[in-house]
């Protein structure tokens, strides 16, 4: 299930990101800051987005004010410092109120919660995760000058982030910018194929020829495909990755 997380306190929200993604059900697709940022992206992306990880008091107001600007119908999460917003978040798509400092076991009991509430509003419909779709993207766009160039799917060796921007790396080896988040990309490619190795790179499957171990127990990637930046798997996600690859 896709998850987006909305929270002003950068080291918060990679705790949270990182608890979340204990749970293999879940997948944390981005992270923003703002009542602007949320409401930008919400607009584009909610559709993709199964559940959503809401700080109450952001930099520039309340999160509450996000439904001022976009109807929102996702399952929200509230967490904050205060237990004064409690009702509030209930009436605006709170399935669950979670104070700061948070417990690890705190957010996998409202996981769970929410999980459990799906299924029984969808009894007879087993639940089917946004990364198990079967309709994955089979083409992205690329654009140079005032041309759009047409890549399938199967020519992709690679995408990385290089200067907040995405590129795509084909096997051929053209890099070419696709202006998506990296997040978006890893939310409409097919998981048995592409893998998310750290925050920068997500790797296809058949341009993965070996690995071997890396300092602070990461490992490194050999590609088919040229690299401008070393493909190394973060180290929370060397266990995930090796499992994934022997699927």
Known sequence: MNVLIVEDELHTAKLLKETIEE?????????????AEAVAYLVKYQNSLDLLFFDIQLADGLSFEIFN??????????CTAYDDYAL????????DYILKPFRN?????SLTKYQTLVSKLNPKTPITFSQE??????HFLSQFQDQTIVFKVEEIAYFSIQNEVTYLHSFSGKKS?????????????????FFRINRQMLVCRDSIKSYQPYFNRKIILSLSANTEVKPVVSRLKVSKFKNWLEQ
């Open 133 to 138: 779709k079967t309709n994955y993207q089979q």
């Open 69 to 78: 600007h976009v109807d929102i119908y996702t399952p929200i999460i509230f």
């Open 88 to 95: 509030k978040a209930i009436r605006n798509n709170g399935i």
């Open 105 to 109: 076991n705190e957010i996998h009991n």
């Open 23 to 35: 749970d293999d059900n879940f997948l944390v697709v981005d992270m923003v800051e703002s009542i």
């Open 177 to 193: 910018p696709v202006f998506k988040k990296i997040e978006y990309i890893e939310s409409v490619c097919d998981p048995k194929q």
